[in-house]
């Protein structure tokens, strides 16, 4: 038997998108390429909404109009965004170092 191959991920660390659905956006800092989390947090989401497990999710320094967090999100949900203003996260600093002239958050070369 042939080990599952693991879907290669559409976004890359560095990368800023947003919800499909719900009003935020934020910064990729990792990638889990299949679901990493747990059953209850998996369970919580309503049925009809709930993402497939095969497929990359994200963890994101996320934000809205009012407040910063931490979001895990399956990859059908997101889609870039292309708004030029930045993330306003207080983490950003800590886990990156600037941006890109393309808008890209770069982290540090340890």
Do not use: C
């Amino acid at each position: 038997m042939q080990p599952k191959q693991l879907k290669k991920a559409k976004f890359s660390i560095g990368e800023v998108v947003r919800h499909r659905l719900f009003e935020f956006r934020g910064v990729i800092y990792d990638v889990d390429f299949q679901f990493n989390n747990s059953d209850e947090w998996y369970q919580s989401i309503p049925k009809d909404a709930r993402p497939r497990k095969d497929q990359p999710f994200y963890h994101l320094l996320a934000e809205n109009d009012e407040i910063t967090y931490e979001a895990y999100v399956s990859e059908q949900n997101l889609v870039l965004d292309d708004r030029s203003d930045p993330i306003g996260h207080p983490l950003l600093n800590e886990i990156f170092k600037g941006k890109t002239k393309d808008g890209l958050y770069l982290r540090p070369v340890n």
